[in-house]
């Protein structure tokens, strides 16, 4: 075993060798600098805008709504059974929320709601984000047919293919399903020019994009085929995208999902919590596994060291490439971003592993 390790971690010449973090994903501090806006809500999901410029956050088993000149200011405006998750707007006003395990659901102003949760013979079990077109049709991102939303890395760690693309249009009442196979699609959008959708697979690590008019298949053009971690939603920005990373790859990772035997006794006799696998957070409990590298050293923890749960959000411009990027490292304390949005020239982003919303400047990347 040992032997296939070594040509695992210094010997990658196979097309899923994980890139380098150098260039426009160099790390830094960026995010460690942003402004706590709440450190009070627990485990914030996603993030979304308003007209009036207020922010909307998924959290607990309600959304709750921030306003005011400092966001100091909160409501609950919906409160569900199930957790909720990905947050957008229609375009007839309504606001699109992604329920753990139950589909979408689509929350008028009134409070009344209207549930998606069946396409086709099968129950929509993990609906990550929704994102309306400008005709009004919902495309919805469902990661996997086996689990939901918070049990992300069971299907990581069983190698899943199972996540859907799935269309819902107003006028039939009908919820088809695009594409299937997908490697847990995470984040959908809608390109600036109303003309493409974008999509991310997390487990494929790739951001691609498909003709609205043609979603096929064979119609797919992959943008980026080997990110260096697990690409999460991606939503519009001045003058491009901000696309979530929630968590990054590791040699290590990387290798046991190779090694079945190993992997499959692993999950069946440790608690998931102790998994060799990614996180939104970590550090605070010594039983966690090393990521093959010294984590610490004399009791303080290297920012270069192997990346259980790290913080990350990337900047693509209108060609989609990236071109700069805010980290908070290993040593930090602002993991597992999962939700972004632009507000009047800032940056907010939900660290939904260290339960924070923070603020920074939007042209800081």
Known sequence: MWSRLKQSLFHRNDQYAIPPMDGVLLPNNKIDQFRVVRDSINRPDDLEVDSDGRLYVSTGNCIIRLHGASLEEEAVIAQFEDPPGGLNFHPDGRLMVCLDGKGLALVGKQGVEERL???GDGAIRCANTAV???????YIADGTSYHGPREWYFDLMEKRT???LLRYDP???KTETLLGGLSFPNGVAISHDGSSLLLTESWSHTLSRYPLSDIRPETRDVLISNLPGY????VPASGGYWMTLFAMRTHLVEFVLTEDKYREEMMRSIDPAYWIRPALSSGEDFLEPLQAGHAKTLGVMKPWAPPRSYGLIARLDEDYEIRGSFHCRVNGKRHGITGVRERGGALYAASKGNSLILEGR????
Do not use: K
């Not at 939007?362 to 990347?365: F, K």
């Open 231 to 234: 690409p999460g939603r991606i």
């Open 362 to 365: 939007s042209g800081g990347a």
């Open 132 to 138: 309306a077109a400008p005709d009004g049709r919902v």
């Open 171 to 173: 006028e039939t009442s």
């Open 162 to 164: 199972t996540g859907r």
């Open 117 to 119: 949760d069946i396409a």
